[in-house]
């Protein structure tokens, strides 16, 4: 992404921080970038590790959950922990998350060593041309897309408030078929696939 890009994004996010708070709103309460149902803009993106990830490739193991961020957006940051939860908790069913940052040319050297100071496990890429962020319309950060396996867009969020990781876990839990061996003691100990991760795990 261009610095004059970065730049502007930066003050639509501050706007809409700004409207909200004059309204009393939270943010996630204005105009969400795409309407649920729409059907989601095919993509094909570069991870930190430079593992190549395609929307087409993904939502054949399970839903895709995009979060759009910055290293300079403290919301974001409020709302990585509760992505790395659910990140370690669904990926073994096949839930993808993946974080595109929306970082300038300047802050690219620090996603690395950022990442790994937050423990963030689930792939990031980088949207260095803004396409990502032109073809799902962001507007604000953090924006949380969750879409389904059929490519459809079911969940749209902006901004982040506490608590907005329970209602996204709902959404992602409805999405995904059944566990197997549900309600039988040790069910759930299923280890999570290695993570292409800030740190180059995964790297092919």
Known sequence: ???????????????????????????????????????????SIRTLSGKKLDLEQLRK?????????ATWCKPCLGAIPELEAIHEEYAPRGLTVLGVSLDGPRNYAKLRPFAARLGITYPLAIDEEGLMQQRYQVRAMPTTILIDTAGV??????????????????????LLPERRGA????????????????SGAGKP
Do not use: I
């Open 183 to 198: 309600g039988v003691p040790g069910a759930d100990t299923a280890a999570t696939a290695p993570a292409d991760t800030a």
């Open 61 to 69: 193991k399970g839903p895709v959950l995009l979060d759009f961020w």
């Open 153 to 174: 867009v079911v969940k749209v969020t902006q901004g982040y408030r506490p608590g907005d990781g329970d209602e996204l876990r709902a959404a992602v839990r409805a």
């Open 1 to 43: 992404m261009s610095g004059a890009r970065s730049s502007t994004l930066r003050v639509a996010c501050l706007a809409a921080s700004l409207l909200a708070a004059a309204l009393g709103l939270p943010s996630r309460a204005l105009s969400a970038p795409f309407a649920d149902r729409s059907a989601a803009p095919r993509f």
